[in-house]
């Protein structure tokens, strides 16, 4: 099949497919008492992102049917891997998670004082997770260190910005259409698997009708994580890599909700739509 049909097609089924299932999980996790007061303290239902799944693995199957080189189908079956060993990570964390410890440097400080949290299980379980990838794609000590850090820290970056509706979808439309004008080659595809479900569920979340939770934030933010270490030369990954170390230092010490509430043209765009 052709790319760019094969692009489509996918595209469409993403979409299309996404769009149609989202009144179902959101009645199921409402039935289920799945729910959460957000920022507004409205009662809406949380674990949003699971409506992302089945149509990953859909257009999964679309893909790997027309994959013609085996060697392709590593990057195809690490990039769902990733993307569904935090996805459960994240639906643990929405469910049982406590609320009372926030932050990477608190959950490891409650860990190291013998108290698991959720989201302490979240950062060890993903950065064995950005090891593993890591290793699948390279030897090199220097390349696991750093991959391993991207995938980890991409990861969390989306549970940063997760505090109001749309505010992490925005980014990360920005930043995956931006990986998929730039990549090349075969995994150029990859974020076609994720970006038209994205899509489909965007309006539900920028208009609080629903959350993603960590469920959702979790797989976005892996998915850009994995990209970066598939498709982006050494130095590209180092800046990548020293803007998310900024990023999480700065959201140790500061308030990014109130960072943003600052600065108008942030604000704006934060606000946009809702």
Known sequence: ????????????????????????FKN????????????????????????FLPMIIINSIILIYFTKDPRNLLYVFVFIFGMI????AGILDDIIGNRDVSGLKGHFKSLFKGNLTTGGFKAVFGG????????SISKSIPNIIINTLIIA???????????????????????IISIFVTLTGYIKVLPLLILPNVLAYFNFDLKAKAMMGDTGSNVLGISIGILMVFGYSFNIR???LVFLILIHLLTEKYSLTKIIENNKILNFIDKLGR
């Open 128 to 135: 064995f997770i950005g090891i593993l990838i890591s290793l």
């Open 238 to 240: 180092i800046i990548w």
């Open 153 to 175: 820290l991409s990861t969390n970056l989306m549970n940063l910005l997760d505090l109001r509706p749309g505010r992490a979808i925005k980014v990360y439309l920005v930043i």
């Open 28 to 51: 199921l996790l409402i039935n289920s008492n799945v729910v959460r007061p957000n920022y507004k303290k409205d009662m809406i239902p949380v674990s949003m992102g699971i409506v």
């Open 85 to 88: 060993s935090m996805f459960f």
């Open 1 to 24: 099949m052709n790319n760019y049909i094969l692009y489509i097609v996918l595209f469409l089924v993403g979409l299309i497919g996404t769009y149609a299932i989202i009144p179902l």
